[in-house]
């Protein structure tokens, strides 16, 4: 069974102690990925932008999903919790910045032939975690706290 971050769960955005460890099988994927991003954009006929914005979007990605591994060594629960979402944020919508940006250098430079599908793939990744986040956020503040 694939364990979602805990981010995806309405659980998680209504502040609900959940004991959930991550994913290493995905962690690791992840990571190969972030690999590949790395040695595509050493390539002289790549946009680096492309290719850095799916990186950053991964590197997203990556943070949000460690999140389980440092909430046992703190000892208020939310105040990190908050701190890893809203630098979350700021990266996928750095990501997605850096995507557009990068699209509109990639049109402009004929001598590119890789990056576009980077660029395009960064987008859809960032833009399905915000809205995951978001839905997840949304549910979690409209179910009621069984907490009483």
Do not use: W
């Amino acid at each position: 069974m694939i364990d979602l971050p805990l981010f995806v769960s309405p659980a998680f955005a209504a502040g609900a102690s959940q004991k959930s460890p991550p994913n290493y099988f995905v962690l690791f994927i992840i990571l190969l990925c972030l690999g590949k991003c790395a040695s595509i954009a050493k390539r002289d006929t790549t946009s680096s932008k492309c290719v850095n914005a799916l990186a950053l979007s991964l590197i997203g990605f990556l943070f949000i999903s460690l999140q389980p591994l440092f909430k046992d060594y703190v000892l208020h629960e939310r105040l990190p919790m908050i701190l890893f979402v809203m630098v979350f944020i700021i990266i996928e919508l750095a990501a997605i910045c850096l995507a557009v940006i990068s699209l509109i250098d990639y049109a402009y430079h004929p001598e590119f032939v890789q990056g576009k599908k980077q660029a395009i793939g960064s987008l859809v990744l960032s833009g399905f975690l915000l809205v995951t986040f978001c839905m997840g956020f949304i549910f979690g503040a409209i179910k009621p706290s069984d907490k009483g």
